[in-house]
């Protein structure tokens, strides 16, 4: 059966038998189901991966296996990406933001799966990101193909792609409020109360198939409370907040640098050969950093934090406590390398799991420093549970989601206060270097970021190219006043463009500036356009986004502006067409 009688049957069925609020949570329904399982399948590829490797590679190759393995991923996943993919999906939660912000909604359905098959090569070979954010692509690529298939209109659409992502978060760390907070937060969509429900439906229903398919197994990090939290700590639990808020700034630059770096490396081979060898040597030194380093999080969670250090490196120089507490620094400062030296060389992943990783062993540094220097008796486990989530805080500018998610994957609610205390002291300090998440800065640099503020999200859902009017007549600089008379006397329009034989705009004439020489014929053959042209106030051009076009408007006062595509006269964009489009916009995007 085709896809078009697929659609054509569900519209049918639709029709007959369902109204709209029954649609919503059906397809919600299927999106979290769909989601998770996605979830259970990249979280079983990259384990089986990954344990194959070291079952059949491991014992022969031992350490060196660290410096081959990832870069062999690396190279793999790039086949993958320019054979069969033919786009980059390497950052996908700003993939995802993208697409809700310029193409209403719309996903490739091949994201379902291409996001997975990537990661799985990363990841299970060794590359230092985490799994979540191309199931975040996955989920939302199947709540957007799900939405189109059921013929939704473009709210029903993102809401569905919010479900999604939110049944894929669930269903990959079994935490269904992290899953609804994230996609609220992360995800930035102006969600109404009555969509809650959609997203709660996926949400719980991506954990049910994380459970039924894995079972009903501890959480991703086990964790008890043995050193209950005191009040006399706070301080030292905001430290920390304050200190993975600028770490959360320093691995923002550093990993956006790094990978523009690679980017402009014109040849792929020497991309993939710095990156490489880049990550095969840090590994090799810090063990700890290969795959998503959730093995090296559960040492420390277990109070085994000594274990994440490579003793044959640290026996080299000592091992004092200072040795330790270099090696541990170390480690925290070239996560953000080995991180982008994964993705800047061709690898699929996200930074979930680097940040939860950093966010660990920031955690244990601290603590153990308080305890080495003799400021406190602060306990190391508990101090790497909320530095998980300050970190997380941090880098996505999400607090609740860091919040919720560290409290679900570990049942560590007895640490509530803490969580919170040092969450917001991150997000604060990391908001006073960095208005934006790792997610949105590029996007924010091109004006394509969309946001809970109804203004700006309307702005940001406008086209450009959907306003500009082509109905203005046009005339050439050499001709004649007769030539422009004709024009005026054949157009409804006050103002006419000058064009050059390279149709560029050469000025504008208005009507207004020739009334008083347009009725006197001894004028028509003596007086050619040149002389009557003037400069327009300002100029649109097709990459400007819609927010700059308005202040443009604002500052000149004009009514009628030229658009410049690609140095060509392309028509005219009037402030009461672009007024008119906004409050439809906002209308859209404000309605229920």
Known sequence: MSLNKITSWISVFKTKHLNERRIIIITSLLVGLLSGLAAVVLKDTIYITHTFLE????????????????????????????????????????????????????????????????????????????????????????????????????????????????????????????????????????????????????????????????????????????????ISNIPFYLLLGVLAGLFGWYFTEINMAMERWLEELKRPWMRLLIGGVSLGVLILLFPPLFGEGYEALRNILSGNGDRIINQDIVGWFGSGIGTVLIYVLLMLLLKVIATSATTGAGGIGGVFAPSLFMGGVLGFFVARSLNALGFADVPEVNFALVGMAAFMSALMHAPLTGIFLIAEITGGYGLFVPLIVASIGSYITIMYFEPHSIYTKRLAQRGDLITHNKDRAALTLMRLEREIERDFVSVKPEQTLRVLVGAVSHSRRNMFPVINENKELVGIVLLDDIRHIMFNPEMYDTTYIYELISAPVDVVRTTDAMDVVMEKFEKTGAWNLPVINDGLYDGFISKSKIYTAYRKALLNFSEE
């Open 55 to 230: 079952k059949h590679f491991g014992s022969e190759m031992g350490g060196y296996m660290f410096l081959i393995l990832p870069a062999i991923g690396i190279f793999l996943t790039s086949l993958w990406t320019k054979f069969f993919v033919k786009e980059n999906i390497t950052h996908g939660i700003s993939r995802v933001l993208f697409a809700i912000s310029r193409k209403n909604g719309y996903l490739k359905s091949k994201d379902t799966f291409t996001g997975i098959v990537g990661s799985t090569i990363t990841i299970g070979f060794g590359g230092s990101v985490g799994a979540e954010a191309p199931i975040v692509l996955s989920g939302a690529a199947i709540g957007s193909t799900l939405a189109r298939l059921f013929k939704l209109n473009y709210r029903q659409v993102i809401l569905m792609i919010g479900c999604g992502a939110a049944g894929a978060v669930a269903g990959i760390f079994k935490a269904p409020i992290a899953g609804l907070v994230f996609t609220l937060e992360v995800l930035m969509i102006d969600m109404t109360f009555a969509s809650l429900t959609p997203l709660l439906i996926s949400a719980v229903t991506g954990t049910l198939t994380s459970y039924l398919c894995l079972g009903q197994s501890e959480a991703l990090f086990s964790f008890q409370l043995q050193s209950p939290f005191i």
